[in-house]
């Protein structure tokens, strides 16, 4: 019922930074958790990170320092800001949302957004 799109991908060097974004279609009444995944070729999909519907953030291990969770005013748009990018952080990242709507609860997915970091 709500859709997620990802922006803000694509290609850096090791050191920069780059910020994605995942537009929502609308709103979530009754919001759990919103996260960002990842997935390397090869590897599954992992959490980077997400944030509670009272804005507490929580970050996977390798990414702590360097990357912040965010949402903005309106609550419609998730971001991740990446800072010190590795070439370990080039996966395809997706963004999450597992969210109650009058009374169901959903999980959605956007398509994802590639990140390639080069050394």
């Known amino acids: 019922q709500v859709q997620l799109v990802e922006s803000g991908g694509g290609l850096v060097q090791a050191g920069g930074s780059l910020r994605l974004s995942c537009a929502t279609s609308?709103?979530?009444?009754?919001?759990?958790?919103m996260g960002w995944y990842r997935q390397a070729p090869g590897k599954q999909r992992e959490l980077v990170g997400s944030i509670t519907g009272d804005g507490a953030p929580s970050y996977a291990d390798p990414v702590k320092g360097r990357f912040t969770i965010s949402r903005d005013n309106a609550k419609t748009i998730l971001y991740l800001q990446m800072n010190s990018l590795k070439p370990e952080d080039t996966a395809v990242y997706y963004c999450?949302?597992?969210?109650?709507?009058?009374?169901?609860?959903?999980?959605?997915w956007g398509q994802g957004t590639q990140v390639t970091v080069s050394s």
């Open positions: 609308g709103s979530f009444p009754i919001m759990n958790v």
């Open positions: 999450n949302a597992d969210y109650w709507r009058l009374g169901v609860k959903y999980n959605n």
